[in-house]
């Protein structure tokens, strides 16, 4: 996979919405499984979601559940994550991943990432 290219972070209130996107360059971006990790100021990096190569599996981590949206464009090498309902610890780095494994959701586990988006949520 070539490189990750993340966009759509931003400062934004509580109880607001923000879009992630991930643009992936290269011609295998279909193989990947993708998914999204995010470390916040002082604490280790985080699973927040991913996604199969099709799109029709997802998972979640508990604590943005019901909140967060991921989704992939196989046409555009792209993947989204739609945040909804931001609370201020969800303020941190947001950083696309990429895996030819479905394996654990350990950050080791990923072999592709992009340089990350802050995302900041003001109370």
């Known amino acids: 996979q070539g490189q990750l290219v993340e966009a759509g972070g931003g400062l934004v209130q509580a109880g607001g919405s923000l879009r992630l996107s991930c643009a992936a360059s290269?011609?295998?971006?279909?193989?990947?499984?993708m998914g999204w990790f995010r470390q916040a100021p002082g604490k280790e990096r985080e699973f927040v979601a991913r996604?199969?190569?099709?799109?029709?599996?997802?998972e979640y981590a508990d604590v943005v559940k019901d909140r967060f949206n991921i989704s992939r464009d196989n046409a555009k090498n792209t993947v989204y994550l739609q945040m909804n309902s931001l609370k201020p610890e969800d303020t941190a780095v947001y950083y696309c991943v990429g895996s030819l494994f479905w394996g654990s959701r350990r950050p080791v586990d990923f072999a592709s990432w992009g340089q990350g988006t802050q995302v900041t949520v003001s109370s």
């Open positions: 290269g011609r295998t971006f279909s193989t990947y499984y």
């Open positions: 996604i199969n190569r099709s799109g029709g599996t997802t």
